[in-house]
């Protein structure tokens, strides 16, 4: 699948299923790449992964043919975004959007000029998408987070910032906003519940793209059959362990 043919596929809200990388291994990424998903998206914000590693994290990706590589960058910043782009990214996750002021700096940010601020210096995007800023501009697809109380209270605001194509939820955070003491409390499911059911109609309304993030295949389909376009699996190094840690289990007739 090409940048332009994702692009156009979570703009109309079609249903998009990718997986969540943290660890700095492009064997590993290349692998995964190649079962299947839509996209790949490695954390630059939590993860173990630096620039080399995002470079050869998004060369494994495309490797695949297949699957794009996206990028949760590690602040709302034209430098972390633009140095996402350059190096090949499809787009990115940008966390800790409260405000639509925010949401339109991220846009800007991943936008060449007169419309933007990205500089341009396209290393590996122009493989992927091309040199031309124009198209560039296109199919580069620019998504924020709803974690935070702020960001949640402005979330309608924010999805009809022109230029952002989607909304992405990171619940561990939005769990704690709610009023949380702990990212799985149960305490305030309802609340939580809630907020997911505001941040997803607030996009349908505004026509962009909703997103969130999943600890499984089985949660993933849930929020799609609830109205999210696009959700991802997490992640390579918590999957990595409960698959050992299982077979660990298997072995020795532990229970």
């Known amino acids: 699948m090409s940048a332009q043919e994702f692009a156009a596929r979570l703009r109309g809200r079609e249903r998009i299923v990718g997986y969540w990388s943290v660890i ?3 064997v590993s990424t290349e692998w995964l790449a190649h079962v299947g998903w839509d996209y790949i998206a490695l954390d630059l914000q939590h993860g173990l992964i630096g620039y080399s590693g995002m470079v050869a994290g998004l060369t494994a990706i495309d490797a695949s043919g297949s699957t794009v590589g996206m990028i949760r960058v590690e602040s709302n910043d034209p430098t972390p975004i633009g140095r996402a782009l350059d190096a090949g990214a499809a787009g990115v996750i940008v966390p800790l959007v409260n405000t639509a002021e925010e949401a339109a700096q991220a846009v800007a940010a991943a936008t060449y000029p007169p419309a933007g601020v990205r500089s341009y210096g396209p290393m590996r995007s122009q493989l992927r998408i091309g040199p031309n800023p124009a198209d560039a501009n296109r199919d580069t697809v ?18 009809a910032v022109p230029g952002l194509d989607g909304v992405y939820v990171g619940p561990s955070d939005l769990r704690l906003a709610v009023g949380g003491a702990h990212p799985n409390d149960p305490s305030v499911d309802d609340e939580f519940e809630a907020a997911l059911v505001r941040v997803r109609e607030a996009a349908a309304a505004a026509g962009i793209a909703a997103g969130i993030h999943t600890p499984d295949g089985a949660v993933a389909a849930r929020r799609l059959a609830e109205g999210y376009t696009f959700a991802t699996v997490a992640s390579d190094l918590t999957h990595l362990k409960a698959a050992s840690a299982a077979h660990l289990k298997a072995a020795t007739g532990e229970r």
């Open 142 to 159: 620019v998504v924020v987070m709803i974690e935070t109380p702020q960001g949640l209270a402005s979330v309608e605001e924010i999805c």
């Open 24 to 26: 700095d291994s492009p």
